[in-house]
């Protein structure tokens, strides 16, 4: 909508204003209009489409300088002299910046050839990268950048970055700026300089600084007739203004291009003399076919807000500064503000010093360069043309040219309400997507002008410089953990079939299941056993060296956090084994309290990668277990069955038999699991039993009855809720939530608790069923876990059903498939091994 | 009730555009805060922008004020709210379905494009536990009237034909929740056409400025603080988490803690969803932009930047969704809200009489702020919470009724 006819009948927030009744198309006519191609198709998606990835280098440096101009070469030699080593990126396809367009003498010899010398030196230093045609897209707040080359991304760590982004042109804001043949002037300049191409015959020059002059000379020496300078300085006081008038270009001060004309390409240029009123008698009308604008330069800062500074608008110098920037940040040459070739030079010097010095290097002397390049004083600050506009100039005046935004559009949007620079620019468009450094001065320069306050433009500290391929940033494997099977289906078995076969298999003779992403997280230190206590809800108490308990930990408003099988090792390492779900939870609440209660000397640590584990349950797991460790004189202490070795590795048994089953499991150090894993699934095999995946496991615990604080509740729960009552010792001393267990809410009578469910019928009602008390009558609880069990040959469940255990007998209701069927209660425990096969009704 | 503001036409579109905009309106003035109010509301986001509306549709007399402690902006990824319905507890259902069937025709009561979008939401389901815990909440939906069911695999592969197809190798696939009726829309949009609305409806809304205290008398609220100087209002509404201090030190305790989502902006590039998914392998949600981009919202641990998160990011998308590895990152930003412990807002009276709060949204505010907004307005004409309300007043932190509404995945 930025673009084309249609947008001059349109007006600021047009996305906003439009399209509130959405129209209502008649099917037929709309499957018309879309055949024919008047609305777009929907695209059609058939297959998942290739997967991209790109290669990705990372490197780790000590100073990476952004910018290889000037000041770059500068900051990369300071820090390369206090050895340091040093990555400088350059965006360019070479390095030099904009030495091309600058005459004169450095130590003697011309500045191209001195500068060449400079860079020959650098690129032979040991310690020095120098990426070129490498874009720096991102700058993160911790030092860390992404660099894009031509085929690769570059994830750079550095400890110290120097900023010498240079800076960029700003176009002038005037009616018609737009235009072809309206360009900036150090760009035809250089593209002169640099590949001999003419910007056009008859050339106006447009400017508020001496770089307008330096393209009238250069312009002038390849025989381009300069018609006119047009100053919008009164009173210009600079060196290179006095050479260009030496060369007979005429010249007007206090001037500026107030139109253009021409239909198609640029026939003449008005210009009008900026400080009288009636400035339409003063006007000129000037042919040409070229005009180059130069509103001075604006400090290429956008990596600096990306890296956490503070940035300000200064009407003064009308550009954004760092006005506060992280301690690791530095910034040189003309991001700094200071463009000239010797303040460039001396400022980038001391930049890359600076970050050398911050990470403890001494910083080299500043080296003496004889400099003869003539320095340019500061461009004029002029926000917009002409200085008195009409509604329908400033309605032709662009300040946003990547956008197409008007100086109107802003205007109108600041009087309808939207100030703020995120309201521009999801209002009118200005500055979106994190518009360039001259963009987003003269947007800021407009809204000084039109009353506003400017601040840092939108998107500028989050969007990249240059978008990041995904196929680059994202690494190599999937970076998603393995996840278990849900089941091992034989060729043409259905999921449930498999997970009721697992079922049946592991119930007669024996199941083997892989536990290794159950979380172990260790607790250590003197106080260990003291922080535990506070911590866990469960009394600890008797619980010794070699043994292990189940425990339950509460959140503060005293409900089941997560819980745990917890295994001492000795008074000063514990372990807590705890469900894949329940990992991190614990980690982090580990973690947690052992930071708030510093008084207490514990570490804590995430050891479920170290560990891994295999489960073996069922009537025949005893005997296949026989002779599985390599000492036959292994240790057998209370609560485990034996600690040992199996196949060279570390490893011990515990008792696991919360399915009902006679089960161990083995816990081994991960390098030992697969031959661990090999030796069981062969005897397994033999003995006719099955590897089981998760649905198996699940289905093995709820035929146990086996409560579950994630599944059972999701977080609302108490231990009493669950049947885990006892694992809460309220009058053990304080700990996690203990105060919250008397509030009135979790005292209640009538509290939903976990029961198990008897089903009639062939299929089970699915988690979140509501249980009724009889067909459309009270509601008296919620199904939360179903499934059938091969064992009973039955649909079982789990539910929460207010004050359920007294219930146990009754009967409730609930609605499958648009029918009332029963279900009876039944205590959790055991749920689907009790063998009788009742009739619910 | 003022004159309703000059509504919208092609005519008065095309006519502002000719004479270069100079007859437009303000949608709302800069305005300084009065000496006094009926009710002051703190903070600008959403809920707090659609109370200020239907209190001054509603009651004609009160004088209604809202303090905004910045401009009026949506938190990184607003631009793509999602109205959902996916929730475990009845009343949040309630609440969210009825906030879904009047974003239909608010675009056009508030004169104002939201871009509502219906794009359907599914959530997938890579393990046993998932799958159970979308099962009840897709029950739970159900009977409280939200089109939610779940689908099987094959029929969620169809609905999201970029999936990868090798997906049981990182995950199964084990079956999703399908919600039809889900839609994006602009939260940014949503507040700014609140506030249009509210200031022609005689509501001054007030931006850049932060309340730096509490007035009480006695057991009363009797105004509030502020940078701009100070105001006395009968009814405080606190809707800003920033606010929170403040309450502190009247001697109200609100229980907020922050979660942290970092926001990733795709550039347009070619489709690869059309429906709206989530996914654990994600880590998050990966919505389609109007303009043709995608939003990646993923959970973060807090007190970690964005861009340290873009590569695991990127290789869990590409993962999932394999024609994305054809896209662009653009962007990357973090939003942090403060929400409460169980994952459900506090809404109502707080401690001193005439204060009230409208706090901790988790990711919800959007979506639910037409029904929030209308049911608050009620409650606070009426001084006290309908039954609808009541399971999300601040006492449950007393009592220990909490809501069920806790977010399921841990961010990594």
Known sequence: MSRGPL??????????????????????????????????????????????????????????????????????????????PV????????????????????????????????????RGRDGVTILTGAAVT???????????????????AAKAVVLATGAAEKPLVF???????????????????????RPGRRVVIATTGDEGYRAALDLAAAGVAVERIVDLRLDPESATAYVVRSHGIRMAFGSAPVAVLGSGRLSAVVVANRFTVDGVALR?????????VSGGFSPELRLAAQAGAALAFDAGLGAFTVIERPDWLFVGGAAGGRGNLSAALDDGWHAGAAAASSLGAAPPPAPVHTISVVADPAAEAVPLLPDPATPAEEAQATVDLANGVRVRDVAVA???????????????RLGRGGADAATATLAAAAVVRLGGAPGVPDGWAETALVPIPLAALARAGSGIPPAPARAFPR???????????????????AGLFDLSTCGRIAVGGPDAQAFLDRVLATDLGVLTAGSAAPAVALDPFGFVHFAGDLAAFSPMRFVLNTAPEMRLRCQRWFTRWAAEWHDLDVSIADETSLWSAAWIGGAAAPSLLRDIADDAGSRPASGLLWRGHVGGAVAWAVPHAATGEPAVEIVIATAGMSALWRRLAGRVADAGGAIVGTGAWERLHLEAGVPDPVRDGGGVTTAADLGLGTLVAADKGDFVGRDALARPALAAAGRPRLVGLLLDGSDAPSPGTLLLAEPAGEVVGRVTRSGHSPTARRPIALGLVADGPNRAGDRVAFRRAGEWRWAAIVMPQRLGLSGSRRAVT | MRAPVRRFSWFSLVREARRFGTGSEPARRPVAPADRYDVVILGGGAAALALAYHLRRLYDPPRVGLLSAGPLEGAPGAINAVLRTDRREPAAIALYAEARRRYEGLSRTLDFNLGLTPRGLLVLAHSELELDRLAYVAAVAAEAGAASWMVPPREARSLLPRLAPDLALPGPLAGALWQPGAALVDGEAVMWGFARMAAALGADIVEGCPATGLRLAGDRVAGVETTKGRVAAETVVVT?????????AAGVAVPLEPRVRHVFTMAPGPPVLDVTVESSLLGGLASRSRRGGMLLAVDAAPGRAAWSAASEAATRLTTLLPASSRLSLAAGASATTLATPDGAPILGPLGPEGLWACLGWDDGEVAAAPSIGTALAAAIGQGGLDAALQPFAAERFVTGALLDERPVREPA
């Open chain 1, 284 to 292: 000129h009308t000037i042919p040409c076919d070229a005009l180059l």
């Open chain 1, 87 to 122: 990555l400088l990126a350059e965006r360019a396809a070479r390095l030099g910046g904009v030495a091309d367009g600058y005459d004169g003498f450095v130590d003697g010899m011309p500045v191209t050839a001195w500068l060449d010398g400079r860079i020959a030196g650098l």
């Open chain 1, 491 to 509: 060729p043409g078995e259905e999921v449930e079939t498999a997970i009721r076969r697992e079922v049946a298999a592991t119930r007669a003779t």
């Open chain 1, 414 to 428: 600041l009087h309808e309400g939207f100030r703020s620079p995120r309201q521009l620019a999801r209002y009118v």
């Open chain 1, 175 to 197: 009616p018609g700026n737009d235009r072809a043949g309206v360009m900036l002037a150090a760009a035809a300049r250089l593209g002169l300089r640099c590949r001999g191409v």
């Open chain 1, 138 to 156: 991102v700058l993160g707040a911790d030092g860390a950048a992404f660099i894009l080359d031509s085929s690769r991304l570059w994830r750079v």
């Open chain 2, 240 to 248: 800003d988490a920033a606010a929170v201090p403040l309450l502190a």
């Open chain 1, 7 to 84: 947008r001059r009948l349109l007006p600021p927030g047009a996305e906003f204003k439009i399209g509130r009744r959405p129209p209502r198309l008649l099917p037929a006519l709309d499957l018309l209009l879309r055949r024919l191609g008047v609305i777009a198709r929907r695209p059609e998606i058939r297959d998942a489409g290739p997967l991209l990835r790109t290669e990705q280098v990372e490197r780790v440096v000590d100073v990476l300088v952004v910018g290889g101009g000037a000041a770059g070469i500068a900051a990369a030699e300071a820090a390369a002299a206090a050895g340091r």
